[in-house]
């Protein structure tokens, strides 16, 4: 054979290597890493609607609370309240209070799910068998039953009273009438839902132990995250959330959520004798972070005007 023909042949062939046999390993390896960096940034802004995120708790932004949309302006009867003994209150002629805590309240359900919403952090329990959910009636309520449906927070406290500047924490415990199918549909109804209010002041006593929701707070640091407690050592329930050792007092009055939309469709129960809450948890709380990557140091809205509403303090005994 020709030298030269030899030659071209081989330097085809190394060239031939090159490009079909070696090349394509580096470009196989790099592929895969640019998808998931694409999907990466593609992901986050799209998986939740904008409102969830359009408002904020900031007094100068445009999204604070004084240009929330809709009812949360123009609303009447808002939420929440500052309330003083010499305000309230008409006592009830029938003092002991019909809330119904059965034993449903200690039923541990299967899973707890949190979620951060960007606003802070709601809790959901999922039951094997529905028929266990805690259910509340009576007082403000009347013969309405009103079922569990999931409870979050707010700190420092949304209700003032006298204690307002020591009250770190105000738990909301979320219920919807249950002549309605779900939540949704009993958010926009006037007696659509019934918010039980706790509140806290904060401590650093080493006495107290860590509230049971607060562990979950570390897996969802990141807005829109969601995590699943599932673990039966970890598993609480509606009681150890409201953990109430005897009959509360409670101030009740019709009002509104404050978040927005605002609708004013719940009748509030807020037992006014305050709990204890670990300053710990509290820092725990605010590592939580909002879309825009700050911390949540706060998330609780301005009191509104009463405008002649009627409240009502239900004592448990004479
Ligand atoms: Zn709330």
């Known amino acids: 054979m020709d030298r030269k023909l030899l030659r071209l042949v081989f330097l085809l062939m190394i060239l031939f290597v ?28 799209d998986s939740r609607p904008v409102k969830y995120y359009k408002y904020n708790y900031n007094d100068s932004s445009p999204d604070g609370p004084k240009s929330w949309p809709g009812m949360c302006t123009t609303g009447v009867k808002q939420s929440p309240i500052s309330i003083t003994p010499g305000q309230y209150l008409r006592k009830t002629s029938n003092p002991t209070i019909n809330i119904t805590f059965d034993s449903a309240n200690f039923k541990n359900p299967k899973t707890v799910k949190v979620i951060n919403n960007g606003h802070g952090a709601t809790y959901t329990f999922i ?18 039953v009103y079922e569990f449906a999931s409870f979050h927070m707010h700190w420092p406290c949304e209700h003032s009273f006298i204690l307002t500047d ?38 650093y006593t080493s006495e107290l132990t860590t509230l049971p929701y607060i562990p979950m707070i570390k897996n969802i640091i990141e807005p829109n995250t969601e995590y699943d407690e599932i673990d039966p050592l970890k598993i609480f329930n509606y009681h150890d959330v409201i953990h109430l050792k005897v ?37 725990q709380l605010k590592e939580l972070k909002d879309p825009y990557n700050n911390k949540v140091l706060r998330n609780n809205r301005p009191v509104q005007p009463l405008n002649g509403r009627s409240v009502y303090l239900y004592v448990p005994y004479n």
């Open 247 to 283: 009959a509360p007092r409670i101030v009740s009055y019709k009002g509104s959520l404050t978040t927005p939309g605002c609708s004013e469709t719940v009748s509030w129960l807020i037992f006014v004798t305050p709990h204890l809450v670990l300053e710990s948890d509290m820092r």
């Open 166 to 203: 020591s009250c770190a924490l105000e738990v909301h415990l979320v219920h919807f009438n249950s002549k309605y199918k779900t939540l949704d549909e009993a958010k926009g109804k006037p007696d659509g839902l019934a918010v039980i209010a706790l509140l806290y002041v904060s401590t």
């Open 18 to 45: 090159k490009k079909f046999i070696l090349m394509p390993i580096p470009q196989e390896t790099t592929q895969p890493e640019e998808a998931e960096l694409v999907d990466e940034t593609t992901k986050k802004p």
């Open 127 to 144: 039951y094997d068998d529905n028929s266990t959910v805690p259910k509340i009636s009576g007082g403000i309520l009347g013969k309405e």
